[in-house]
């Protein structure tokens, strides 16, 4: 639902450094160290293993190096090494989410619109990352790449969908309806299921503005609680539990947006 969001100034000079940053950053861990590595990984695993790896680490000194970048983030989920087959899913309020869950979340794959895989030097990343991508408007597109989402979960990937399809407008509350597909895909594949609130990051990088606020904190959390939470199991689910998991996982994060206490930082 749409609000008024309070005044905040935004600086286009902040987001140029960032963009900077991940030109030269995506340089030299991307082009020069982790694209080897994926193309290796075609065919011998522990190469792609050493890919996420090293991505996540490079995302992560992205955001290390980003002075205007102040965040609460907790994820009480496993997120490096051996991992189980596992669905994230979360709201989605702004390009900045997947920077947070790629340099928090080793190896996840992240279902992206279509039109990201054509610019220039990401789209060749988002490929060797093996991102999923998506086409707006058209069903049968979707549907493909939901089967797509199946398959990676079979495989024991971890990914993650936002169920909202769509970035929120800036100050918009609560949550667009959720889609069923994605809690289908987890069911079939017997995936976990692990909802991720965000709250906040709108306020930073919010849709339809060319700028970023300055360290105005943010927070991510697991929403199926304020504390760590387990994953939630898919195994044996058929009928329409697929509709009980949606709100089982979009009810609890709409509750994260009456719980989370913005801090200025010190």
Known sequence: MPSNPKPIAFSSLWLLYFLLSIGVIGFLLGYLICIPLYIVGRVWKPSQDAADRVLRSGIALLMRVQPWFEANIDLPLQTVGRRPAQLTVSNHRSHLEAFILLSHIEGIRI???RALFSVPFL???MRATKQIPVSRGSFDAFFRAMDEVKLRLEKGER???FPEMTRADRGATGLRNFSTAPFRAAIHARATV???AFLGTDDVWPKGIFGLSYRLR???KNSTAPTA???IPTSGGTGT???LLRSTCSGPMSTAFLWVVYVNPP
Do not use: N
Request: a positive charge; one cysteine or more; proline letters at 10%.
């Open 111 to 113: 279902l992206a619109k």
């Open 123 to 125: 789209g060749i990343m």
């Open 159 to 161: 990914v993650h969908v």
């Open 194 to 196: 692990q909802p991720i």
């Open 218 to 220: 943010f927070a991510a």
């Open 229 to 231: 939470s387990a994953p």
């Open 241 to 243: 539990l697929w509709c």
